[in-house]
């Protein structure tokens, strides 16, 4: 067993909210803090959809879901959110600004065992070792969305991360369910984000160029990918707009590429701006609970009916 008991979410968005509560289902003490009582408030509000998710998706009975509340706490003291903790997870915006701000105000807070990992998305540990101030107890534990399903934790050391550090942190991952994933050098997106970002960018490219719209981009991958419960589209909904947004945003101007740039600047103004942040606020690309992708017409051959509108589309624009 590691030696990982008490738990702190620094951060209780989509995943941070989603790796407090997975933590807690699992035995863990766990405490969600996050800087507003609104964000709280959705971070406790998508608590109670897990709980109709677990008992669906993974069988989760009555009383397992009431000693997973009776784990969790949730606080906007953030001193108070690490008096006890074993580890604290980061999953604050993939900013770097942010993240670096978050973990200087945390370094003078923890005890002198706990360990902190980062669940950034795209950005490397080694950039926020020093800030921590316990670099060699500092990795990256990345989760992906829908914890409870796509059920990987991958690990990725900078070159101060302690073989202690490593090894507790790989154990805690596996007591939550998680299937290990070591990355084995540093990476920005490990092995998850590296090609999942190239996907979604490349889908969000053909929107955002009017090459196709979003419902056949998604049709496509499907269809090519039997089984597959979405296409990129609807998993930039499940990832968030926000995150899709500063990601987009970040590596299109520090790669200097301007269609990611302009990608980011369609997910603003389409999305963000009117408040539509993806499956958090029920609709993006899709609206939800009920998205268009799970209906069963979604991959059917059409209707000689509509050879006339899809010629139309066809026809490139004059």
Request: some cysteine; hydrophobic content about 40%; glycine content about 6%.
């Amino acid at each position: 067993m590691s030696r990982i008991d008490h738990v702190t979410t620094y951060g209780s968005g989509v995943l941070g909210g989603q790796i407090a509560w997975h933590s807690a289902f699992r035995g863990k003490t766990v405490v969600a803090y996050d800087v507003t009582e609104a964000a709280l408030a959705t971070c406790r509000a998508a608590h109670d959809q897990y709980a109709a998710i677990y008992r669906k998706d993974i069988g989760a009975g009555d009383e397992a879901i009431a000693a997973t509340r009776a784990r969790l706490t949730y606080t906007t003291d953030l001193a108070a959110a690490v008096s006890r903790a074993d580890l604290v997870i980061e999953s604050v915006p993939e900013v770097p600004e942010v993240k670096t701000s978050a973990y200087r105000t945390l370094a003078p807070l923890l005890r002198e065992h706990t360990l902190v990992a980062t669940n950034s998305s795209t950005l490397l540990a080694s950039d926020f070792a020093a800030a921590t101030g316990r670099p060699e107890k500092f990795c990256a534990l990345h989760f992906a969305n829908l914890i409870w399903l796509m059920n990987i934790a991958e690990i990725m050391a900078h070159p101060a991360t302690s073989d202690d550090t490593l090894t507790q942190v790989t154990e805690f991952a596996i007591e939550i369910g998680m299937l290990p994933i070591p990355v084995r050098k540093e990476q920005n997106g490990y092995v998850l984000n590296t090609w999942f970002v190239a996907l979604l960018n490349a889908a969000q490219t053909l929107v955002t160029n009017g090459i196709s719209t979003p419902e056949d981009v998604d049709r496509t991958f499907m269809k090519c990918n039997p089984g597959a419960p979405m296409g990129p589209l609807g998993m930039i909904d499940m990832v968030g707009m926000v995150t899709a947004y500063n990601v987009e945003s970040y590596w299109g101007h520090r790669n200097n590429d301007p269609q990611m740039v302009r990608n980011a600047e369609y997910i603003k103004t389409h999305f963000i701006d009117r408040g539509n942040l993806g499956m958090p606020t029920g609709e993006g690309y899709y609206r939800y609970p009920n998205p268009a992708y799970q209906q069963p017409g979604f991959l059917a051959v059409p209707d000689k009916s509509r050879v006339a509108e899809i010629v139309a589309l066809a026809r490139p624009a004059r």
